[in-house]
Each structure stands twice: as structure tokens, then as C-alpha cells.
């Protein structure tokens, strides 16, 4: 366990310097890995990596899983644009000194029309496109303060009758200073293979992301948390988010968040209760996405908590 703690530490410190020393060029392919799963995230910007303090940290920060001693599961539904969704469970709970999870994601384009150069009205076929994320997650404590988690997963993406296959994985840390409990986190994303298509082959949506995050009020009735992270994608510019999380109670929530320099997406906006049910917490959460260019994003989610 020590080596491999030893080796997930040396990727995080010294892949992230190989990304900022890439080019700017060509398109990354698995688009469908970078949409953001979680309305409880997603409502703050997907500015979460220093929060990661539910299940979803399977996917924003790994290494968030560690702090959590309950059993998780969690459901959501993202309608995007031009009858597109996509589809994301996971399911968490203590093991081997530290948290286990397991997670996957469903992109649906839906059936399109079949045209060739012969027949451009149609053939009256239609073929499908869509991809799928399977992963399992370990996360534990390296200290009181310090953790670490990796997310390994299985991925394919198809279009028509052509699919293509690769694995990939998000390695994350996650630390909580002494400093007014400030939370600093870092998650190298899709770090793995290529995914061939026939013979053309093309890299994964590689990111580096850092984040920090923190409470400007905290007492028993309010809480207002606010994040703020970076990130660096191997296919584009830096992105900067901002997200703000006020809770009453504990039971309901409203968000709030900005992106900064993302080709269409802008602010988002959203909300969430969180009640005893039983022996057990149950949770909903919704939010709204503003895109520039193209029709609102809504995010739906259930889970619970055990």
C-alpha cells in the first residue's frame, strides 16, 4: 500500500507539470467524461473539488470519499441539448481502511438519420451514438488532515457500428488546514490511453484541476460555503470557476456559481433539501445551467444517505 500511495503522489506532482508543457492543438475525444454529473456541483460552477463532501466527490475529487463514514448512493438525469442526455449512479461505502465506491455514467444522443452522398434525404436508417464510464474508486486518510483517492474506469464511446475503448483514471488529494478549516484540493482527470478509431487515434479529455474552498458563515442555522478552483485542459484554455453554497439548517440549499473563460457555459444557478427519512437521509437536488449558445442544461439527482 505504501508503494502505491508513493506512486499515486509522484503522478500528481509531476504528469500535471507534462500537461502545461502541451500545445494547444487538435480535439480531445470522450467530450462525454467532461459533463458534469452532479446538480449539487453543478450549481455552484462544478466549483466542488475543495467541498467534495458528498458521493459525487467520486467524480470532482476522489480523495473527498475518505471523510465520509456513511453509505452513499446517488442517482441524477442531465437533460442537455437536441434531445441528449446523460445518466450517472454511484455508490459508496466504507471498506478496507478507507472508502470504497463504484460509479458509472451513461451518455444517450439518441437515433439520427442515415445520409449519404446518394441518398442526402435520408436512407431510411438511422444509427445511434453515446458512450459509457465505469469506474471503481478508493479513497483513505494519509493523516488527520491529508487524503488521497484514485478513480480507475473503464471507458467506450460509439458511433454507428464504430466503437472505441480505452481506460483511464482521476487521482485526487484533498486537504484541510488549520486556517479557519480552508480546504485546498488537486485531481489530475482522465489521465490514460488514447481512444483508437479504426486507425485514428485521439487523447481523453486530460485536466488538472485545483481548487480551495471555505466557509464565510458557519453557525447552527446558516452556512455559506464559497469555492473557487482552476483548471488546465490538455485541449483548451485555462477555465476558472466560482461557486457559492448557502445552507439553512442543513435541510435546504440554494447555489449559485460563474465560469470564466468556458467556450458557452456561464452561470449556474440551483437548490436541494436534505431530510431524515427513517434511518436514513434522503436528498434531492436540481440545477440550472445558462449557455450562451444553446438551450438551458437541467440536472436532476436523488440519493441517499445510511
Known amino acids: ?31 462525454f467524461l467532461e459533463i458534469s454529473p452532479s446538480p449539487r456541483a453543478e450549481g455552484m460552477s462544478s466549483a466542488f473539488i475543495g467541498v467534495a463532501d458528498d458521493i459525487s466527490a467520486v467524480y470532482y475529487n476522489p480523495a473527498g470519499l475518505a471523510w465520509q463514514g456513511l453509505k452513499q448512493f446517488a442517482f ?115 489521465f490514460g490511453p488514447d481512444l483508437k478509431y479504426i486507425q485514428q487515434s485521439y487523447p481523453l479529455p486530460m485536466s488538472f484541476h485545483f481548487g480551495a474552498a471555505g466557509e464565510i458563515i458557519n453557525n447552527d ?31 435546504a440549499f440554494l447555489r449559485g456559481g460563474y465560469k470564466i473563460q468556458y467556450d458557452s457555459d456561464r452561470f449556474t444557478l440551483g437548490g436541494g433539501v436534505k431530510m431524515p427519512l427513517g434511518g436514513l437521509f434522503a436528498k434531492a437536488d436540481y440545477s440550472f445551467t445558462y449557455m450562451k449558445y444553446l438551450p438551458a442544461v437541467h440536472r436532476f439527482s436523488i440519493g441517499m444517505e445510511f
Open 221 to 251: 442555522t446558516n452556512r455559506l460555503t464559497v469555492d473557487l478552483e482552476g483548471a488546465h485542459p490538455n485541449d483548451n484554455l485555462e477555465k476558472f470557476q466560482l461557486g457559492f453554497e448557502y445552507a439553512y439548517r442543513e435541510f
Open 1 to 31: 500500500m505504501k508503494i502505491f500511495l508513493r506512486w499515486l503522489l509522484i503522478i500528481m506532482i509531476f504528469i500535471p507539470a507534462l500537461l502545461f508543457g502541451q500545445a494547444k492543438v487538435g480535439t480531445a475525444a470522450g467530450q
Open 76 to 190: 441524477s438525469h442531465t437533460l442537455l441539448y437536441a434531445g441528449i442526455s446523460n445518466d450517472w449512479a454511484a455508490f459508496s461505502m466504507p471498506a478496507a481502511g478507507g472508502v470504497m465506491a463504484i460509479s458509472a455514467s451513461v451518455l444517450n444522443a439518441g437515433e439520427m438519420d442515415e445520409t449519404t452522398p446518394y441518398h442526402p434525404e435520408g436512407t431510411g436508417r438511422t444509427f445511434g451514438a453515446g458512450g459509457l464510464s465505469a469506474g471503481i474508486t478508493y479513497s483513505r486518510m494519509l493523516t488527520d488532515r491529508f487524503s488521497v483517492g484514485i478513480n480507475v474506469k473503464y471507458i467506450s464511446e460509439f458511433l454507428a457500428d464504430i466503437t472505441a475503448t480505452t481506460w483511464g483514471m482521476d487521482i485526487g488529494t484533498y486537504y484541510r488546514t488549520a486556517f479557519k478549516n480552508v480546504r485546498l484540493g488537486m485531481i489530475l482527470s482522465n
